[in-house]
Nanobody, 127 residues
C-alpha cells in the first residue's frame, strides 16, 4: 500500500514562490507516473501537473504552464512542484497522486488515471 506525504505548503505573498514535496513509501516509485492536483474552496479538484516515470516527460494545465515545474528524484522516492510567480488564484489544497497503472504507456496520463492520493498541503497566496 503506497503512502504519499506532501509538505512545503504555507502562506506566501503574490509573486512569491513555494516548493512542494511529496515523499512516497510502499511500492516501487519509479514504476509510476506521478501528478499534482489542487482543490480550491468551493471548486472541484483539478489537474496541475504530471511527470513520467523517468522524469523525461511532463504535462501541465495551461494556467500554471511557465510558472510551475514538476520534477522527481527516484533515488529519494520524491516528487516536487516548484511554484513561481504565485497568484491568489493558486490558493488551494495541493495533492500528490500516483498513477493507477505501473509502466503505463499512456501519455499524458488521463486525469482519472491516478488512484493513490496524499492528504494534501495548503497553499495560500495573499494579494
Amino acid at each position: 500500500q503506497v503512502q504519499l506525504v506532501e509538505s512545503g505548503g504555507g502562506l506566501v505573498q503574490a509573486g512569491g514562490s513555494l516548493r512542494l514535496s511529496c515523499a512516497a513509501s510502499g511500492g516501487i516509485f519509479s514504476y509510476y507516473a506521478m501528478g499534482w492536483f489542487r482543490q480550491a474552496p468551493g471548486k472541484e479538484r483539478e489537474f496541475v501537473a504530471a511527470i513520467s516515470r523517468t522524469g523525461g516527460r511532463t504535462d501541465y494545465n495551461d494556467y500554471v504552464k511557465g510558472r510551475f515545474t514538476i520534477s522527481r528524484d527516484n533515488a529519494k522516492n520524491t516528487v516536487y512542484l516548484q511554484m513561481n510567480s504565485l497568484e491568489s488564484e493558486d490558493t488551494a489544497v495541493y495533492y500528490c497522486a500516483r498513477s493507477s497503472v505501473m509502466f503505463s504507456s499512456t501519455w499524458p496520463p488521463t486525469r482519472t488515471g491516478f488512484g493513490s492520493w496524499g492528504q494534501g498541503t495548503q497553499v495560500t497566496v495573499s494579494s
